[in-house]
């Protein structure tokens, strides 16, 4: 077994309350381990990090990274992606500067280990994990989207119990290999086939009869009752609309107390306020956010630039298609199960609108009081690709550069928000708790996003730079698995990495039900749908977790 010692390491690890403290980290295979015996130290591998800042490799808990709207994006945004650089390595879309297999490289050399895929539509499942296959080095995983699919909308029509909606949904986790459940403005893909062109959390699903609301907590509780370690990861109604601060609001009421993730929360605190019509609700937002601690939220900060949007959420991308930079857009409609959107966009400084989105998710991440509640993303692509990861991170911990943006956007913006008396800036300690222990936890993976003796031998090594985002950009070295991956900021080498999933406990009695309803109503035959094992046979392994379940009989 290969034994590495990484010596005068500045430790960052929340797990260990340790903030900077100098050590020597051991590591055996792919785990870290205590200091071994004196023989086996004399053949260790000896990096010295010199006083580095030492942190468990990154956790991305929101990033879309694989599937169709992915690809339309690509497609149809050619201009934005080709690179004039010859790929080290021929794989499809080997010229494509966003590939799959460059997607694995940018996050490694930003010292990131694990990347969540947060919307699997059940169908396109195969298609996802091709594409997770094709990403190195990073392990990923993927949710499984269900909230305005006719099968579920039609068991809760017909008064199913709570358990049959238990085992749908823990077969829709079997099926498609999937790490945990999202779901996207419930009911609203549903509502917009019938002609609907708003759906709040009250609104009922024409010709089912069944709210938003009601949808949202049978799908809560089922992943609360079948102990799906992650929550369900909830795109609410009303994206990015003016006065929205109250949906996500009711929605965190809604909870019930229990367990519920919120997605890029910056577009939901906004205000109807002022001349424009539009204002920033983040403190309001804030206030309901601490208010209920079974809530937590990623932010969806939105950075300057030319990006593209795709979402679940074909509403809301229809209701934008006028807002295209450049003028083209697509939506679309999955077989009885959701829909989407893909709309590129610009966001401009020079703008009122663009520049409070910006200046709203500083607030939330500024204002937040527990970091370990509140989760590091961008909503890639929605917000900002997540190579800005580092220029965001500059924002958050440098109040002189974030005071030098702001006096250079719309003058109403400094005087319509918080933003200017809050001079809080981050330390590296609440960054790895942000995007370290808090991912690892918020996933029930114990053995990621920390540096005790037994977890997973994840690290990433940073050279102290007073500019955050040169820090942060590139790494100085990155161990996956144990495995000098990266060194001086270059990657070294590409190796395969893991897909999670969930190995789900449900009464199969759901089977002959989803069978029925399938060979009336779909095209697709059940026996192609989902996962299977040909389609699970790439490079890339499965780690898959097993969970008991909550069983009907």
Not at 71 to 98: D, V
Not at 418 to 430: F, G
Not at 493 to 516: K, M, W
């Amino acid at each position: 077994m290969t034994i590495s010692c990484l010596k005068n390491a500045r430790i960052y690890d929340p797990l260990q309350q340790a903030n900077g403290e100098l050590t020597t980290l051991w590591i055996a295979g792919d785990r870290i381990i205590s200091e071994p015996a004196y023989e086996l130290q004399q053949n260790a591998t000896v990096y010295d990090l010199e006083g580095a800042v030492t942190m468990a490799g990154a956790l991305d808990v929101h990033s879309h990274i694989a599937g169709g709207n992915v690809n339309t994006a690509r497609l149809m945004l050619p201009e934005q992606h080709r690179s004039q650089l010859e790929r080290n390595r021929k794989t499809p879309f080997a010229n494509a500067k966003w590939s799959s297999f460059e997607t694995g490289y940018r996050y490694t050399e930003m010292g990131y280990s694990m990347v969540l895929e947060p919307a699997m539509l059940p169908v396109n499942a195969p298609q996802v994990h091709a594409e997770l296959a094709d990403i190195p080095i990073i392990d990923t995983a993927a949710l499984a989207v269900l909230g305005s699919d006719d099968f579920l909308v039609r068991l809760l029509r017909a008064d199913a119990s709570q358990s049959q909606i238990n085992d749908y949904v823990s077969w829709t986790m079997n099926k498609t290999k999937a790490l945990g459940l999202k779901v996207i403005n419930a009911g609203g893909s549903q509502a917009f086939k019938k002609g609907a062109s708003t759906f709040g959390l009250d609104d009922v699903v024409p010709e089912y009869g069944i709210s938003s609301r009601q949808l949202l907590q049978h799908l809560q509780t089922a992943v609360v009752q079948t102990g799906l370690p992650h929550p369900v990861h909830v795109h609410c109604n009303n994206l990015g609309t003016p006065g929205n601060i109250q949906t996500i609001v009711d929605t965190m009421e809604a909870a019930q107390g229990l367990p519920m993730h919120l997605a890029h929360v910056q577009f939901y605190g906004y205000g109807d306020e002022g001349k424009y019509g539009f204002s920033s609700s983040a403190a309001r937002l804030m206030e309901a956010f601490h208010r209920h601690p079974n809530i937590t939220m990623d932010v969806g900060q939105v950075l300057f630039g030319q990006t593209v949007t795709l979402s679940g959420d074909v509403m809301a991308q229809f209701d934008r298609r006028n807002d295209a930079s450049p003028q083209k857009w697509h939506v679309w409609h999955a077989e009885n199960e959701g829909s989407g959107g893909i709309v590129p966009y610009h966001y401009k400084s020079a703008g009122f609108v663009n520049g409070l989105q910006w200046a709203i998710g500083l607030e939330i991440f500024l204002l937040c009081d527990d970091p370990w509640r509140l989760f590091f993303t961008t909503d890639h692509p929605n917000g900002a690709p997540f190579t800005r990861y580092p220029d965001l991170l500059r924002l958050l911990m440098d109040y002189e550069y974030r005071m030098e943006c702001l006096s250079n956007l719309h003058p109403d913006i400094a005087e319509m928000t918080l933003l200017a008396d809050i001079k809080r800036e981050y330390s590296l300690y609440e960054v790895a708790v942000m995007t370290r222990a808090a991912p690892s936890k918020l996933l029930g993976q114990h053995d990621r996003g920390h540096l005790k003796p037994g977890a997973r031998a994840d690290i990433a090594v940073y050279r102290e730079q007073g500019d955050k985002a040169a820090m942060f950009r590139r790494a100085d070295k990155v161990f996956k698995n144990g495995q000098l991956v990266l060194d001086e900021g270059a990657i070294l080498s590409s190796v395969p990495g893991r897909t999670l999933a969930l190995n789900v406990g449900y009464d199969r009695n759901i089977e002959s039900h989803i069978q029925s309803y399938f060979d009336r109503y779909y095209s697709l035959r059940l026996s192609n749908y989902g996962v299977t094992e040909s389609d699970a046979d790439h490079d890339r392994s499965f780690q898959t977790h097993k969970v008991s379940g909550a069983f009907s009989n």
